[in-house]
C-alpha cells in the first residue's frame, strides 16, 4: 500500500464522540514508550503525525487518524505507566472496553510489544482482555533493532510460550524497526488485504 494521505481527525476521551463511520479501523496499542508513536509515524511516512506519549497525568485520548480517504488509524492510550493512580487506570480500562465493545468498523488490533523484554505481565493480561472481548488482534514486536536477531527471536518465542499456556491459536506476529524502517511493508501489506475482505 502506498500512503498518499495521512490525516488527523480529531482526538476523543469519550468512544461515543469518535467518528460514525463505516471505513475499516485499526487501533495500535502498547505500553507506555513502547515505540507506538513511532511506528505510526514510519507507517504513515510522517514526523510527527503521532506525538509521543504525553506523562499519565494527561488525558488519556482516542486519536483518530484517516489515511488515504479509505481507512482509520487509531492511536490508543497506552498501559503499564509505573505511577499511575488506581482511579486513572479504571478511566483506561473503562474507556478501552468502551472502544472495543462499540466500535463495529474496528477489523484488527495491533498490541505493540517491546522486542528487548522477556514476556511483561502487562501485555499478557491485555491480551486476555481482547480475548475475552473477542477482538481479533495481531502482535507487534518493536525496536528490534537495539538487540540481535537471535535474542529478538528467543524473546519472541518466550511471549508465545507464555500465550500457549491459555491461547489455542497464536496471532499473527510482526516484527519491527522504526529506526531502520522494518516491518514496514508487512504490516501495511495485511491492513491492505484484511480490508477487502
Ligand atoms: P510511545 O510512548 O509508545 O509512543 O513510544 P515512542 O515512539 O515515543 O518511543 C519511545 C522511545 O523509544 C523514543 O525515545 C524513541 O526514539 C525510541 N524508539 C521507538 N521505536 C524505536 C525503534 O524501532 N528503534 C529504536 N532504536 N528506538 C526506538
Sequence with gaps: ???????????NT?????????LPEYAFIGRSNVGKSSLINMLTNRNKLAKTSSFPGKTQLINHFLINESWYLVDLPGYGWAKVSKDSREKWGKMIRAYMRLRTNLICVFVLIDSRHEPQASDLEFIELLGALEV?????????????????????????????ETWE???QIFKTSSAEKAGR?????????????
Design 1 to 11: 500500500m502506498i500512503i498518499k494521505d495521512a490525516q488527523f481527525i480529531c482526538s
Design 14 to 22: 469519550q468512544v461515543d464522540k469518535c467518528p460514525q463511520t463505516n
Design 136 to 164: 481479533p488482534f495481531v502482535l507487534v514486536f518493536t525496536k528490534t533493532d537495539k538487540q540481535s536477531a537471535v535474542k529478538t527471536d528467543q524473546n519472541i518465542a518466550a511471549f508465545s510460550r507464555k500465550m500457549r
Design 169 to 171: 491459536e497464536l496471532p
Design 185 to 197: 511493508d508487512e504490516i501495511l501489506d495485511f491492513i491492505d488485504a484484511t480490508n477487502k475482505q
